[in-house]
């Protein structure tokens, strides 16, 4: 399973940091939608669905958080923890966000707008719905 990390290029100079990103170039899909997450209580662990068609990228914009991925055969866990990192995560991923530092903000960009019928949210259905995608 291949875990799709983004390293930004920060536009730095003297007087700081400035990450810039452009759809179809740095992000690779049309972004529909940008949300994010923040005052996330540190034992709590978000996310804990999949998603049919969605693509996202996951910035941990301030702070630091984990991410587990579960493609239904394989698990991996990521850390974010610079604000020019971007996880990629494509359709038909279980995803946990878990690990949030205090001041943690994570900014999420997703290539469609809310729709509860694109959302798994059941494991059981997730490892169903991966074994149908293969047939
Ligand atoms: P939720 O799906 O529980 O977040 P996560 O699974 O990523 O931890 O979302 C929390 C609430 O926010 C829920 O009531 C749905 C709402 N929501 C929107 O209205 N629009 C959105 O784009 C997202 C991601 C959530």
Redesign the pocket.
């Known amino acids: 399973m291949q875990v799709v990390k983004y390293m930004f290029q920060p536009h730095g100079d003297d007087r700081g940091q400035l990450v810039a990103l452009e759809e179809f170039k740095d992000i690779p899909f049309r972004v529909k ?1 940008f ?1 994010y997450m923040y005052d996330t209580i540190p034992e709590v662990v ?4 999949a998603h049919r068609n969605l693509e996202q990228i996951l910035i941990c914009i301030h702070g630091s958080c984990k991410v587990r991925l579960d493609n239904g055969k394989e698990k991996k866990e990521v850390s974010l923890e610079k604000p020019y990192e971007g996880l990629y995560i494509p359709g038909s991923m279980w995803r946990e966000m878990y690990d949030f530092s205090e001041d943690a903000v994570l900014v999420v960009l997703a290539s469609e707008l ?1 729709d509860e019928a694109d959302y798994i949210r059941d494991y059981q259905e997730f490892l169903r719905f991966v074994e149908e995608s293969e047939k």
């Open positions: 939608r949300y978000r996310g804990k669905h809310y």
